[in-house]
């Protein structure tokens, strides 16, 4: 899709199609109201008759106004003017993306950004507004062998913005929203990708995709054999029944100066999780090949600070590998020694995020990292807490939770801390070991992250529990591309990207 922003009147456009709210109860906004003046009160005629009566996302496509250039008109219902917010702005935007897509208009000019939505600016509206138009668009059609286009779908949109003052801060917007529509396609793509072909040699040539196409990407990669030698038999345990090589991909972005501390990003790659010998039950298991939605994550926000190109160092590491049952799997009762030499008494297979992840933490205290997050779909639990809406922060740092609470305020990607509170970490105490991998049923999410608090003392340090955000079950089974929203403009405001300089 083509963006672009332009600052003019609705009645001198000459488009396929220009997009107006209409608010409840049968309420033109100040656009809508100027056509209506020019074509003699065709449009308030309509709406006299009961065409259109306002509702959120009602629409109502109109041909050939009289005195109108535009050959079409799409009315957009938008609720109670007082009541817009920013969950119904962007399912307004979503709807009227489906239906211009469907009118046949290839090209189309929106005043949706001139609403109001109550403590949201321009930028923000347009940022929006791109990130939602890429999101609804978006298909996976790499696997089917039939792809249904539509005939002529729409190319190209025009957002409006009141003045010619706001054009520069309208195509910032544009250009940051697409960056982060880059990244949350690229996690969607990889995530969504089927566990036969997705493992972590996939992440790996995805990561390497990437490199090629930017100049600021460099990528390595560390084996089993490598793992073996750097002690990682955590990670390396997990892995063990699987027939794909556990592999670990180190993505740089070099945007600051050489001796700037970088901020890293672990993901959590388990391409499936079966549970291993504590073998999941089949009901809805195909959704483990979700289980590397925090590799996938890190990929797209890579991805997206790569095409912002921001002036900052950033590291990103995709731990993947796969957890199967098999004559060489780990089993309950090992106990492993990690590579920060802590031992753990592994008391269920299917706890094996964490020890994926606490070697993959303390593996990258060799970047002397200025602040490390990790994001992982870690626990049932965090569903159970906090269900599909909002994403699990904890943090050994308080500025650093606040920091990413505020990301995810302003961008508009849900997060709620949850505390990590030494009480917790009692949850996992072993009589065999420094401690087992597992904390029992009560507050499953939070001791999982106590548990990798214990490898995460050398620095600042947030944990993302993103088990309820990642993807959506069901009839629109597919992942969302989340937390890539909330990271990116975590790592934006980090480099002192604002919205208008
Ligand atoms: N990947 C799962 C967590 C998960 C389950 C995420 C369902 C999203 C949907 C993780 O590896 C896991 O199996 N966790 C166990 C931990 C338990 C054994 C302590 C869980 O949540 O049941
Ligand atoms: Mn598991
Ligand atoms: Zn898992």
């Known amino acids: 899709m083509e963006f672009s922003v332009k600052s003019g009147s609705p009645e001198k456009q000459r488009s396929a199609c220009i997009v107006v709210g209409v608010f409840e109860p049968r309420r033109l906004t100040s656009v809508a109201e100027q056509l209506d003046e020019i074509s003699e009160g065709y449009i308030s005629n309509l709406l006299r008759r009961g065409d259109l009566e306002g509702k959120p996302g009602q629409m109502l496509l109109l041909h050939h106004i009289p005195n109108i250039l535009s050959e079409r008109v799409l009315l957009v219902g938008c609720g109670k003017e007082r009541e817009l917010d920013e969950r119904q702005y962007k399912q ?21 950004t001139e609403l109001h939505v109550k403590g949201r600016d321009i930028y923000w509206k347009v940022r929006q507004a791109v990130e939602t138009t890429q999101d609804t668009l978006y298909t996976f ?57 997705c493992n972590a040699k996939y992440l790996l040539e995805q990561a390497q995709l990437l490199e090629k196409q930017f100049d600021s990407l460099e990528v390595e990669a560390i084996g089993e054999k ?100 098999d004559a060489d799997a780990y089993r309950p009762g090992d106990v492993l020694t990690t590579m920060s030499g802590q031992t753990v ?37 965090c569903i159970i807490a906090l269900g599909a809406h909002a994403s699990g922060v904890m943090s050994n740092h308080n500025p650093l939770a606040h920091e990413l609470l505020n990301a995810s305020e302003q961008s508009g990607d849900k997060a709620w801390r949850l505390p990590l509170w030494d009480e917790y970490q009692e949850q996992l105490e072993s009589p065999f070991a420094d401690m087992t991998n597992l904390g029992g049923r009560a507050a499953g999410t939070i001791t999982a992250a106590c548990f990798l608090s214990r490898f995460t003392k050398k620095y600042n340090w947030a944990h993302m529990d993103i088990a309820g955000t990642a993807w959506k079950s069901g009839k629109n089974k597919g992942a969302t591309g989340r937390p890539v929203p909330m990271l990116s403009q975590f790592l934006m405001n980090r480099a002192g990207l604002e919205a208008e300089d």
């Open 92 to 112: 307004i935007i979503s709807k009227t993306i489906k239906t211009l897509n469907e009118t046949g208009s290839m090209e189309a000019v929106s005043f949706l």
């Open 141 to 197: 059609m790499q696997l089917k062998t039939k792809k249904g286009e539509p005939r002529r779908p729409l190319r190209k949109i025009v957002f409006n913005v009141p003045t010619r003052r706001e054009l520069p801060v309208g195509e910032r917007a544009v250009d940051h929203g697409l960056a982060i529509a880059n990244g949350m396609k690229t996690t969607k793509d990889v995530a969504n990708m089927p566990p036969n072909i």
């Open 226 to 325: 490598k793992m073996a030698e750097l002690g990682m038999n955590s990670y390396l345990a997990v892995g063990r029944g699987s027939a794909n090589e556990s592999i670990m991909t180190i993505m740089h972005h070099k945007g600051g100066p050489d001796d700037q501390a970088p901020i890293v990003l672990v993901g959590k790659g388990l391409t499936f999780d079966s549970g291993g010998i504590s073998i999941k039950p089949s009901e809805a298991m195909d959704e483990m090949k979700y289980d590397m939605g925090g590799a996938a994550g890190v990929i797209g926000t890579m991805h997206s600070i790569a095409c912002m190109n921001l002036p900052i160092n950033i590291i990103g590491v995709l731990a993947g590998c796969e957890n199967m049952p």
């Open 345 to 381: 008494e592994v008391l269920n297979t299917d706890a094996e995020g964490r020890l994926v992840l606490c070697d993959a933490l303390t593996y990258v205290e060799r970047f002397e990292p200025e602040l490390v997050i990790d994001v992982a779909t870690l626990t049932g639990a």
